[in-house]
């Protein structure tokens, strides 16, 4: 398995411009978390996902936030419109539910200008 | 809402030294921790999972302990070598009353000096 695959590794794009980062998560995992790493802030838990369904929304700063689980080998997270303090690595792990261990990808690295 | 603190935050070693780095989590109902490791620019890769019903896990020179009744976790590692310079973060998993909730530590930045 190639891992948990995240896209596109490296974003930089202009204040106001919408963003949208995808996941493809591990065959089989049916927990999936989006995650946000600043140096200030360390990692925070945006959005996690069980079967697809989203079960707890409540780490996503702000409405201009989305982020959608429309199969169980697929999710995105939307930023529109972007500001420069979204600037961070975004994760996106998953893993299997009944073991609760967490399989990483890469991160895509935003930079809001 | 759970809190999980690691000290230090930074440590630098001489090579061949035996270190260890702690994890300390203000809820006792954990469901599992787990240690993980991060390069710099890259993810993080798993290293130790410890389920709530366990006391430790071994991975070759790396060792993880879970004292639940005190909060506490340790992840010693033997024999320290340059290439096991990383950031090693704990993350605490609490499942309960329907949410399911990870929580990271900020890690320890680990420096081993040839």
């Known amino acids: 398995d190639a891992g948990v695959i995240q896209s596109p590794r490296h974003e930089v794009t202009e204040m106001g411009q919408e963003v949208t980062l995808r996941c493809k998560p591990i065959?089989?995992?049916?927990?999936l978390f989006w995650y946000r790493q600043t140096m200030m802030r360390g990692l925070e838990l945006l959005i996690y996902?069980?079967?697809?369904?989203?079960?707890?929304d409540s780490g996503m700063p702000e409405d201009r936030f989305s982020a959608k689980m429309p199969n169980a080998s697929f999710s995105t997270l939307k930023i529109q419109p972007s500001e420069p303090r979204d600037s961070a690595v975004y994760f996106c792990?998953?893993?299997?539910?009944?073991?609760?261990?967490?399989?990483f990808g890469e991160g895509s690295r935003l930079t809001v200008l | 809402k759970q809190e999980v603190t690691q000290i230090p935050a930074a440590l630098s070693v001489p090579e061949g030294e035996n270190l260890v780095l702690n994890c300390s989590f203000t809820?006792?109902?954990?469901?599992?921790l787990q240690w993980f490791r991060q390069d710099p620019g890259k993810g993080l890769t798993s290293l130790l999972l410890?389920?709530?019903?366990?006391r430790e896990q071994t991975s070759g020179r790396l060792n993880a302990s879970l004292d639940k009744s005190s909060g506490r976790s340790t992840l010693y590692i033997a024999a320290s070598q340059p290439g096991d310079s990383a950031t090693y973060l704990c993350?605490?998993?609490?499942?309960?009353?329907?949410?399911?909730?990870?929580?990271f530590g900020k890690g320890t930045k680990l420096s081993v000096i040839p």
């Open positions: 809820d006792s109902a954990i469901y599992n």
């Open positions: 993350a605490v998993l609490y499942s309960g009353a329907g949410s399911y909730q990870l929580t």
């Open positions: 410890i389920q709530s019903s366990q």
């Open positions: 996902f069980n079967n697809n369904v989203p079960i707890d």
């Open positions: 065959s089989g995992h049916n927990s």
């Open positions: 792990a998953g893993g299997p539910r009944v073991t609760g261990e967490l399989f």
